[in-house]
């Protein structure tokens, strides 16, 4: 090998040793080896990284004020209620003692998105707040006011004065980007300790841990305490993908934040209403379990199983029935259930989007029109599962529709449920009433057992229900 060519080779070799250490000291650095990849470097210090986006994490301290019945005296003076030791003397001169309203006060944590002030935190860190206080990690003081609040994902935006200063800020990332195993930090103020930094790694995504209507969480092994709720979890880019929102108290290194992409889609509507508008098709839906998938023909459980459709509402009006499988709505593919609601609600009202179903064994493709979600209305799903019967059940008889408020008194009451059943476990209650056994109508009992005898041993039993207003389907496999 002639010798400028050997320069050449360990030139490369060189550049590519140090290109590998840059990248190692940025996010990591890995290479191929025995047909898998090796991490050969990861980052020594966080610290350039925390000094570069702490500056724009905040802590906020609230003060409410709650009511006490009977305030701290009530006690002393009535016993609670139960005439205590000055009680008839009391009462016969004072009358009532009155309720007595206390400072409370609580701690949590928020960043700064802008120069001009705006800073998300949780909802559950400023609700019901009469005073809100922000203070920067260089001592800095403000008070703040609520500009919005969005309760069903717990995220809030509110603004501190930022005349003549000059206020740090932080970039919002893409939290569709992260992978389970990502590095991240989570920054706030857990137990009132200051600007505390922990660092772990992205343990899960699309987490439903029910808290509400749109889980969709980051899962992170950073610790995560109270006081963090509302601060930053953030990427090696210095970038915030997600809101510290909520912990497992029981579980050690569990933790859940807001995804930021989230938070995108609702800042703006915070900052120009106070408020998130959200779309809405009226029915709802719960999960395909293999058995529900086997009882409608299905070889997946891929979709959102229809279990109500709302009368009146955009889906009903665009055809869509009891029974139907979404598919894909507008455009994106429907994986679980619990895809559907966020997708839904981020949908523009008075767009007219294009719903894939399978009804029946064949696609079918449905145009409705989306409409704002009515006030107190929130997506229901539900996602029963089932594997032996366990029931008893009657006709539905005047009497019994009064005591259940039912104006159509087709199908059969639950009027027992063996304990320890499967149908116990399904969630199956007394005083619900099945519509239909496997797609058949249930009319009365005698329906009910004739479809019942249809159904083959070690073969799943489809239960369509309704219970108050909700109907939904349940599974049962005969054996």
Known sequence: MKKSNAYAVIAGILVSVLFCVFLASQSGCERMKSGGYTVVGFPQSFADLVQKVKPAVVNISTTSIVKVPGGPFRDFFDGGGGGGPFGDFFHQFFGEVPDQELKQQSLGSGFIIDKEGYIITNNHVVEGAQEIKVKLADGREFKAKVVGRDPKTDLALIKISSFFENLPSIPLGDSDKMRVGDWVLAIGNPFGLEETVTQGIISATGRVIGSGPYDNFLQTDAPINPGNSGGPLINLRGEVIGINTAIIQS??????????????????????????????????????????????GMKGTTGALVGDVVPGGPADEAGMKRGDVILSFDGKDIKKMSDLPLIVAETPVGKTVEVKILRSGKELALRLK?????????????????????????????????????????????????????????????????????REAVGD????????????????????LKRGAQAFYVTIRLS
């Open 251 to 296: 579980g050690q290194g569990i933790g859940f934040s807001v995804p930021i992409n989230v938070a995108k889609n609702i800042v703006p509507q915070l900052k120009k209403e106070g408020k998130v508008t959200r779309g809405w098709i009226g029915v709802s839906v719960q999960s395909l379990t293999p058995e529900i998938a086997q009882a409608f």
């Open 445 to 464: 009992v005698n329906d009910y057992y004739a479809a019942m005898k249809k159904t083959g041993k070690n073969k799943p039993l489809l239960l369509l």
């Open 370 to 438: 989306i409409t704002e979600m009515p006030a107190g209305k929130i997506p229901s799903a539900v996602s029963p599962t089932a594997e032996s019967l366990g029931l008893k059940v009657e006709n539905i008889t005047p009497m019994i529709a009064g005591e259940l408020g039912l104006k159509d008194r087709s199908g059969v009451v639950v009027v027992g449920v063996a304990p320890g059943s499967a149908a116990d476990d399904a969630g199956i209650q007394t005083g619900d009433v099945i519509k239909e056994v496997n």
